[in-house]
């Protein structure tokens, strides 16, 4: 019942959008996954929360991934009042790594893009104030790609410190 | 204290003994000359070490006298780079490390993270383990919100509330010490259920327990609730309407407080919430008060499901069987947990390989921090600490 | 438990309308030092809730003396309780030297005293004994309470047996390894 309806809702929302905007929509129970093509990512996103049927108005997670080979943008959006959310998958290019701020739809993914900046190097374009959070601000390279290789710094107030290999259980 | 120019009833003569006088000093233009100038603002840093920043945030205020004009949250102070600890290890030897994200409520990580591999596995839990980590939840939610009450406390001055909470903490982690062996960091959850069952009077010692703690609320409330420098301080500070609230993102008793009732155990119910009897505690107000009273109140809640756990706890085992090397089909799951603070979620990208290609932690405290920002401007220092207080922060989790 | 106070009692010399009492000058001063050590509110994570749980009522520090100053003007003692990462590196340096001497540290929790459990991470510094230098390591994840009292027992022991003159033992004693 719940899929069928979110599903309908979904295709409603996303109904004004150009074709092959969003490359893949499936529904299990209450959650939903698109994939849509980085092109259509805002409008995907916009139409979601401004839709009077799906109404995915709640910021619930922002993050990222990066494979090895390909990096994905991983948005959650809920509804509150519906009881469903839809799970958005964006690739994004992983040499250059590019995305739409949503920060002015909602002010909650601020702290979100500045993280997934500092861990993939994605730039936001939009984004108020795009620096690094978690990291010290001297910090080089990005940790969480997969290329990303560890220099320590040598000294402990500053810098990498060396990764004690032999600890990893 | 006007400062209309008042006329002198005995003004003094001019005569040829006293001094001629300089030109009368207008004090309304003056002072209102001062306050053309426009200030810069004096730029004051809170923390990293500071006593009621909950842990290492650094506050950079600007400050207009003792009101705040800007601030800006600096965090990473506590940053480790959990995440990418998950990648070089197999999935479940990441789960000793989730104690140590929000350490107030360590179980609440641990089962995030035990349910996301779940989901991603399609591993199954049996029902005595379902029920019995319902149970250490709500008993580790009430540890939390007596060490909140305390801290919050102790951050507005009121420092007695701490040894009173303190006591009654004590009690809790004794009990969890009876079942799990620790007083922290417990990591007794597990990929398919629990590693052991509860000892033999367990359950008696929680219902105690939960007397107790019903006897002791009402000098909670004399400590704090009905407290009128308390209300003072508290009452109309840091208002956050409800519209602002699902904005910026903000999840647990924080969002209850500006009256959105969201709490996962209701909205999307995992392990036996769905068969339990509890109301969702959300208030109007939106203020600094509410969020307390918030927390103060799922204090009642928790034990009102504890008691039920008891009556409907099934005999069974305690842990599905998985496998030695766990290698879950390639996808992507996510889990999601009220935890004392908000909506914990853990989602984890896996390509059927025994580690995880991705670990992300969506830490409630971190999406509840950002508000922190906007809704000082314009209230004293000391508003600042309360705010910070009721929003209820552990920086563990947003910095992981 | 040991020696709390040395006893002082029995070399009051007394006399009509009072006493005197006669002792070394490091015997005074160590008798009040170790007795009343003001420990920096330094507490980083998990280990600073265990922190606070042995200053609150069931444990208690009160009773050794113990009370927890905000600035480090007024500490005697640092117990760095949690994790510490490079970026808070330079704030803890920097707090050591804002302490007066004789100041001393006390690493609470195996992540203060060698990493803990994050060996393996680059964000962290490796104990932070490499920032500063350490009187006392006590080991645990966290240490119980009972751990913590009884590294901040021995310490008031090390600093019994200090002198004025302001020349310190410099081996340090590890506790519940």
Same mark, same amino acid.
């Given at each position: 019942?719940m899929?069928?309806?979110?599903?309908s809702?979904l295709r409603?929302?996303l109904?004004g959008?150009?074709?092959?905007a969003?490359?893949?929509?499936?529904v299990?129970g /209450?959650?939903?996954?698109l994939?849509?093509n980085l092109?259509?990512?805002?409008a995907?996103?916009?139409s979601l929360?401004s /839709?009077p049927?799906?109404?995915c108005?709640f910021?619930?997670?922002l993050?990222a991934?990066?494979?090895g080979?390909?990096m994905?943008l991983?948005?959650r959006l809920?509804?509150?009042?519906r009881?469903?959310?839809a799970?958005?998958?964006?690739?994004v290019d992983? %040499?250059?790594?590019?995305?739409?701020?949503v920060? #002015?739809?909602?002010p909650?993914? $601020?702290?979100? =893009?500045r993280?997934v900046?500092d861990?993939?190097?994605?730039?936001?374009?939009?984004?108020p #104030?795009?620096r690094r959070?978690?990291?010290p #601000?001297d910090?080089?390279g990005?940790?969480?790609?997969?290329?990303?290789?560890?220099r !320590?710094?040598g000294?402990p107030l500053r810098g990498p410190?060396?990764?004690?290999?032999?600890?990893?259980g | 204290m006007?400062?209309?120019?008042?006329?002198?009833?005995?003004p003094p003569?001019?005569?040829?003994?006293?001094?001629?006088k300089?030109p009368? @000093?207008?004090?309304?233009a003056?002072?209102q000359? @001062?306050?053309?100038l426009g200030t810069q603002?004096?730029?004051m840093?809170?923390?990293p070490?500071?006593? /009621?920043t909950?842990g290492?945030?650094?506050?950079?205020?600007t400050?207009d006298g003792?009101e705040v004009?800007?601030?800006?949250?600096?965090?990473?102070?506590?940053h480790r780079?959990?995440?990418?600890?998950a990648e070089?290890? !197999?999935y479940?030897?990441?789960?000793p490390?989730t104690d140590?994200l929000d350490?107030?409520? /360590?179980?609440?990580n641990?089962l995030?993270?035990?349910?996301?591999?779940e989901?991603?596995?399609?591993v199954?839990?049996?029902e005595?383990?379902?029920?019995?980590?319902?149970?250490?939840?709500e008993? $580790?939610?009430?540890?939390?919100?007596?060490?909140? +009450?305390?801290?919050f406390?102790?951050d507005?001055g009121?420092?007695?509330? &701490?040894?009173?909470a303190?006591?009654?903490?004590?009690?809790?982690?004794?009990?969890?010490?009876?079942?799990?062996g620790?007083?922290?960091?417990?990591n007794?959850i597990?990929?398919g259920g629990?590693p052991d069952?509860m000892? =033999?009077t367990?359950d008696?010692?929680?219902?105690a327990f939960?007397?107790?703690l019903e006897s002791?609320l009402?000098e909670?409330?004399?400590?704090?609730t009905?407290?009128?420098?308390f209300?003072?301080?508290?009452?109309g500070v840091?208002v956050?309407s %409800?519209?602002?609230?699902?904005a910026y993102g903000?999840?647990?008793p924080?969002?209850?407080?500006?009256g959105v009732?969201?709490?996962?155990?209701r909205?999307?119910?995992y392990?036996k919430?769905?068969e339990?009897?509890f109301d969702?505690v959300v208030?109007? #107000?939106?203020?600094?008060?509410a969020r307390?009273?918030a927390?103060r109140?799922? +204090?009642?809640? %928790?034990?009102? @499901? &504890?008691r039920q756990?008891?009556d409907?706890?099934p005999e069974? !085992?305690?842990a599905?069987?998985?496998?030695?090397?766990?290698k879950?089909?390639?996808g992507?799951?996510?889990?999601?947990v009220e935890s004392p603070r908000?909506?914990?979620?853990?989602?984890m990208v896996?390509?059927?390989s025994?580690n995880p290609?991705?670990?992300h932690?969506r830490a409630?405290?971190?999406?509840?921090?950002?508000v922190?920002?906007?809704?000082?401007?314009?209230?004293k220092v000391?508003?600042?600490v309360?705010?910070?207080g009721s929003?209820?922060i552990?920086?563990g989790?947003?910095?992981? | 438990?040991?020696e709390?106070s040395?006893?002082?009692?029995?070399?009051?010399v007394?006399f009509?309308g009072?006493?005197?009492l006669?002792?070394g000058i490091d =015997?005074i001063f160590?008798?009040?030092?170790s007795n009343?050590m003001w420990?920096?509110?330094?507490?980083l994570?998990?280990?600073?809730i *265990?922190?606070m749980a042995t200053?609150?009522?069931?444990?208690?520090?009160d009773?050794?003396g113990i009370?927890f100053?905000?600035t !480090?003007?007024q500490a005697?003692v640092?117990?760095?309780?949690?994790?510490v990462?490079?970026k808070m590196?330079?704030?803890?340096?920097?707090l050591?030297?804002?302490m007066p001497?004789?100041k001393?540290? &006390?690493?609470?929790?195996?992540?203060?005293?060698?990493?803990?459990p994050?060996?393996?991470?680059?964000?962290?510094?490796k104990?932070?004994?490499?920032?500063v230098p350490?009187?006392?390591f006590v080991y645990?994840c966290?240490p119980?309470?009972?751990n913590?009292?009884?590294?901040?027992i021995?310490?008031?022991?090390?600093?019994?047996? *200090?002198?004025?003159?302001? @020349?310190?033992s410099?081996?340090?004693?590890?506790?519940?390894?």
């Amino acid at each position: 019942m719940m899929e069928r309806d979110f599903g309908s809702a979904l295709r409603t929302a996303l109904a004004g959008l150009p074709e092959g905007a969003v490359e893949s929509l499936e529904v299990s129970g /209450s959650v939903a996954t698109l994939r849509v093509n980085l092109g259509s990512l805002r409008a995907v996103l916009e139409s979601l929360k401004s /839709s009077p049927e799906a109404a995915c108005d709640f910021p619930a997670n922002l993050t990222a991934y990066d494979t090895g080979e390909e990096m994905f943008l991983v948005y959650r959006l809920a509804s509150i009042e519906r009881g469903w959310q839809a799970l958005v998958l964006c690739r994004v290019d992983r %040499s250059e790594p590019v995305a739409p701020s949503v920060t #002015d739809l909602w002010p909650g993914f $601020n702290w979100f =893009e500045r993280e997934v900046y500092d861990m993939f190097g994605v730039r936001f374009e939009g984004h108020p #104030d795009l620096r690094r959070i978690l990291l010290p #601000d001297d910090w080089e390279g990005f940790p969480f790609r997969k290329d990303y290789v560890s220099r !320590p710094s040598g000294s402990p107030l500053r810098g990498p410190q060396p990764i004690d290999r032999g600890a990893q259980g | 204290m006007s400062l209309e120019p008042r006329t002198d009833p005995n003004p003094p003569t001019a005569g040829p003994e006293t001094p001629a006088k300089g030109p009368a @000093i207008d004090a309304q233009a003056l002072h209102q000359e @001062i306050l053309d100038l426009g200030t810069q603002g004096m730029v004051m840093n809170m923390g990293p070490q500071h006593p /009621s920043t909950h842990g290492v945030l650094r506050l950079i205020l600007t400050l207009d006298g003792e009101e705040v004009m800007a601030c800006e949250p600096m965090i990473g102070y506590l940053h480790r780079g959990l995440e990418k600890m998950a990648e070089r290890r !197999p999935y479940r030897h990441f789960l000793p490390f989730t104690d140590r994200l929000d350490y107030v409520c /360590s179980l609440a990580n641990n089962l995030a993270c035990a349910q996301a591999i779940e989901r991603l596995a399609g591993v199954e839990v049996p029902e005595r383990a379902q029920w019995l980590r319902v149970a250490l939840m709500e008993l $580790n939610r009430i540890a939390s919100h007596l060490l909140f +009450l305390g801290t919050f406390g102790t951050d507005l001055g009121a420092t007695t509330m &701490l040894l009173y909470a303190f006591r009654e903490r004590e009690e809790a982690l004794a009990l969890l010490e009876a079942i799990t062996g620790a007083r922290l960091t417990y990591n007794w959850i597990r990929v398919g259920g629990l590693p052991d069952d509860m000892p =033999e009077t367990w359950d008696e010692g929680v219902l105690a327990f939960c007397d107790l703690l019903e006897s002791r609320l009402p000098e909670y409330d004399r400590l704090l609730t009905d407290n009128p420098i308390f209300r003072r301080r508290t009452e109309g500070v840091g208002v956050v309407s %409800s519209e602002d609230a699902k904005a910026y993102g903000l999840t647990g008793p924080t969002l209850r407080a500006s009256g959105v009732a969201y709490d996962i155990r209701r909205w999307a119910p995992y392990e036996k919430y769905a068969e339990i009897d509890f109301d969702v505690v959300v208030l109007r #107000d939106g203020d600094t008060f509410a969020r307390y009273l918030a927390r103060r109140l799922e +204090l009642e809640q %928790s034990v009102r @499901i &504890l008691r039920q756990v008891f009556d409907k706890l099934p005999e069974g !085992p305690i842990a599905s069987k998985v496998g030695k090397v766990l290698k879950p089909p390639p996808g992507i799951a996510f889990s999601q947990v009220e935890s004392p603070r908000g909506e914990l979620s853990f989602t984890m990208v896996s390509d059927g390989s025994p580690n995880p290609v991705r670990v992300h932690i969506r830490a409630p405290s971190f999406a509840n921090l950002t508000v922190l920002a906007d809704l000082v401007v314009g209230n004293k220092v000391a508003d600042v600490v309360a705010i910070l207080g009721s929003i209820d922060i552990v920086l563990g989790e947003v910095d992981r | 438990m040991g020696e709390v106070s040395p006893d002082l009692q029995s070399r009051v010399v007394k006399f009509p309308g009072g006493g005197v009492l006669v002792a070394g000058i490091d =015997e005074i001063f160590n008798w009040a030092r170790s007795n009343s050590m003001w420990s920096l509110t330094f507490g980083l994570s998990c280990c600073a809730i *265990e922190m606070m749980a042995t200053a609150a009522s069931h444990y208690d520090l009160d009773r050794f003396g113990i009370l927890f100053r905000a600035t !480090p003007r007024q500490a005697d003692v640092m117990i760095v309780a949690g994790w510490v990462s490079v970026k808070m590196a330079p704030f803890i340096r920097r707090l050591y030297e804002q302490m007066p001497d004789p100041k001393h540290v &006390l690493a609470m929790g195996g992540c203060a005293c060698a990493g803990g459990p994050y060996r393996d991470s680059e964000t962290i510094v490796k104990g932070v004994g490499e920032i500063v230098p350490v009187d006392v390591f006590v080991y645990g994840c966290p240490p119980r309470p009972e751990n913590l009292i009884h590294g901040l027992i021995k310490l008031q022991e090390r600093i019994r047996e *200090e002198s004025i003159l302001g @020349i310190k033992s410099r081996e340090p004693i590890t506790v519940g390894g």
